[in-house]
């Protein structure tokens, strides 16, 4: 559904940056953190986070490293200290909007003649 899609790529740079407040993640973690955290009503499938992993990290809000896991290298990514500013402002501005949409739909059908 596009409603849907359009709301998952608006939030996606939120929500990984939040994950990554906590620690150091790869990108199926990622992913997985998401599913399990949303109880599977919000999800980003990988062809979806990857082109966001690679925004946050060329505007160096995030970094990435590599590092050997059951004979495996994988790549992490790690919220560096523009990161949290950036996450900081874009969550004061996530509560103000929909502070202001709920205002909006919670409005009686009389408000709106005001």
């Known amino acids: 559904m596009l409603i849907r899609e359009n709301f998952r790529r608006a939030s996606a740079e939120l929500i ?8 150091d993640l790869y990108g199926y973690q990622i992913v997985q953190k998401i599913k ?10 990988e062809g979806t986070l990857y082109p966001v992993m690679y ?3 060329s ?4 970094s990435e490293f590599h590092r050997m896991v059951n004979k ?12 949290l500013a950036y996450y900081e402002t874009m969550l ?11 205002n909006i739909l919670n409005s009686e059908a009389g408000d709106r003649d005001e």
């Open 59 to 62: 505007k160096g809000l995030i």
């Open 92 to 102: 004061c501005e996530y509560k103000s909007i929909t502070e202001g949409i709920a």
């Open 72 to 83: 495996r290298m994988r790549k992490y990514y790690h919220l560096e200290p523009d990161g």
């Open 36 to 45: 399990i955290s949303s109880k599977g009503l919000f999800t980003l499938p």
């Open 55 to 57: 925004r946050l990290t």
């Open 16 to 23: 990984v940056l939040h994950l990554l407040l906590e620690e």
